[in-house]
T-cell receptor, first 111, second 117 residues
Framework: DAKTTQPPSMDCAEGRAANLLCNHS???????VYWYRQIHSQGPQYIIH???NNETNEMASLIITEDRKSSTLILPHATLRDTAVYYC????????????FGGGTRLMVKP | GAVVSQHPSRVICKSGTSVKIECRSL??????MFWYRQFPKQSLMLMAT?????????EQGVEKDKFLINHASLTLSTLTVTSAHPEDSSFYIC?????????????FGPGTRLLVL
């Protein structure tokens, strides 16, 4: 699976959009971009994933650049409960294998 | 999304004893489950892949005789930490893939915090 690079931490004001960046310059054509988050002392939670097109669900939006070398997870209106470590993972879809977690970005939402 | 549970949520044991952690997929059948370990302020590290009806596949550096994995049914995998020592104290998390979903989404359990005294 391709390697990802994320900023170690970022702050966001409550109610504002949180934009979390992930670089994956070595991504290959059949690899998807997945985002998970882990709230303190809990298991990771799936957020969203995509291949080429931008994706949106009830939790977030995923913007993937045209060259697919980077992506941005957008939490449109961050709340205090969104404080967590956000992991960007690149992997082949339907491969049936494990997820490889990097360091992630620690998002702190402040009042 | 699918739900994965773990039991117990936290356990304290004496050094030298064995501890069993259960991972269940509540509303789907999982032929494959994964066990991760997470030390404080670190990321999740894969320990092993649990396959229903066959032996688990362990990552390099993980002792298979110390971390016994049994995937006896399509909804249950167990991890037994044998002869636990204080350095085994960690946050253990399992995940499972719902094969009925079109894409490769894994669902994680809430984790089990193990403290070995």
């Amino acid at each position: 699976d391709a390697k990802t690079t994320q900023p170690p931490s970022m702050d966001c004001a409550e109610g504002r959009a949180a934009n979390l960046l992930c670089n994956h310059s070595t991504i290959s054509g059949n690899e998807y971009v997945y985002w998970y988050r882990q709230i303190h002392s809990q298991g990771p939670q799936y957020i969203i994933h995509g291949l080429k097109n931008n994706e949106t669900n009830e939790m977030a939006s995923l913007i993937i650049t045209e060259d697919r070398k980077s992506s941005t997870l957008i939490l449109p209106h961050a709340t205090l409960r969104d404080t967590a470590v956000y992991y960007c993972i690149v992997r082949v879809g339907n491969a049936g294998n494990m997820l490889t977690f990097g360091g992630g970005t620690r998002l702190m939402v402040k009042p | 999304g699918a739900v994965v549970s773990q039991h117990p949520s936290r356990v304290i044991c004496k050094s030298g004893t064995s501890v069993k952690i259960e991972c269940r997929s509540l509303d789907f059948q999982a032929t494959t489950m994964f066990w991760y370990r997470q030390f404080p302020k670190q990321s999740l590290m894969l320990m092993a892949t649990s396959n229903e009806g066959s032996k688990a596949t362990y990552e390099q550096g993980v002792e298979k005789d110390k971390f016994l994995i049994n995937h006896a049914s399509l909804t249950l995998s167990t991890l037994t930490v044998t002869s636990a020592h204080p350095e085994d104290s960690s946050f253990y998390i399992c995940s499972a893939r719902d094969p009925s979903e079109g894409q490769e989404t894994q669902y994680f359990g809430p984790g089990t915090r193990l403290l070995v005294l």
